[in-house]
């Protein structure tokens, strides 16, 4: 009876996953969970631009009633103040390459 206890030990040791697999997965899902992760609900400039122009296309189609436009319109003015502010923001980042190119 002791030599089979002995081959089940043996059987047991061999069955389990070798050092190195079983470390390397914990160490994957540990790098992944410290990787920042976007926020999927955040809306971008981007974003905003395409709900403008969602708007207009709307708008144009005639997918508002006459009482609904007065809600939209308001929208889309506030939404593009937002971008007018938002965008000269970001364009002095781009401006800067054509006017060096129009100073040589």
């Known amino acids: 009876m002791a030599t089979k206890k002995k081959n089940l030990k043996k059987s047991a040791k061999t069955a389990s996953a070798p050092i190195g697999t079983a470390t390397a997965q914990p160490q994957a899902a540990q790098a992944r969970a410290q990787a920042p992760q ?15 122009t969602i708007l207009d296309v709307a708008s144009t189609r005639g997918a508002f009633k006459a009482n609904e436009m007065a809600g939209v319109g308001f929208l889309y003015n506030k939404l593009q103040a937002f971008l007018a502010k938002v965008a000269p923001e970001q364009k002095p980042e781009g401006a800067g390459a054509p006017a060096t ?3 040589k």
């Open 38 to 52: 976007p926020d999927p609900t955040a809306l971008s400039i981007g974003d905003l631009k395409n709900l403008s």
């Open 101 to 103: 190119a129009e100073g």
